[in-house]
Nanobody
Framework: QVQLVESGGGLVQPGGSLRLSCAAS????????MGWYRQAPGKQRELVAQ???????NYADSVKGRFTVSRDNAKNTVYLQMNSLKPEDTAVYYC???????????WGQGTQVTVSS
């Protein structure tokens, strides 16, 4: 079992920045792909950014050049640095841990990000 706890959401003006954190209950990054997803009201949940067990990263086209995913193995924490935020980035952001070659999949509780003036 893996527990994931997100933090760092909030209200920010357009053009501003936020950094989300996802703390895992134990050391998992070498065998889990970590993803950040978001879900806006009335929309499906979508993948925003991912960092694989091998530390490769990929991003949704809508956030490329603005968001950066990273991890701190010593702290068992994954980050999502979000810059140049836009109103359309408003959503609940979720952290996901998916074990390589396994059906194991864990989600955090979500953190609200609101971009508004």
């Amino acid at each position: 079992q893996v527990q994931l706890v997100e933090s760092g959401g909030g209200l920010v003006q357009p053009g501003g920045s936020l950094r989300l954190s996802c703390a895992a209950s134990r050391s998992i990054f070498s065998i889990y792909h970590m993803g950040w997803y978001r879900q806006a009201p009335g929309k499906q949940r979508e993948l925003v950014a991912q960092i694989t067990s091998g530390a490769s990263t990929n991003y949704a086209d809508s956030v490329k050049g603005r968001f950066t995913v990273s991890r701190d193995n010593a702290k068992n924490t994954v980050y999502l640095q979000m810059n140049s935020l836009k109103p359309e980035d408003t959503a609940v952001y979720y952290c996901d841990a998916r074990r390589v070659f396994s059906a194991d999949d864990y989600w955090g509780q979500g953190t609200q990000v609101t971009v508004s003036s």
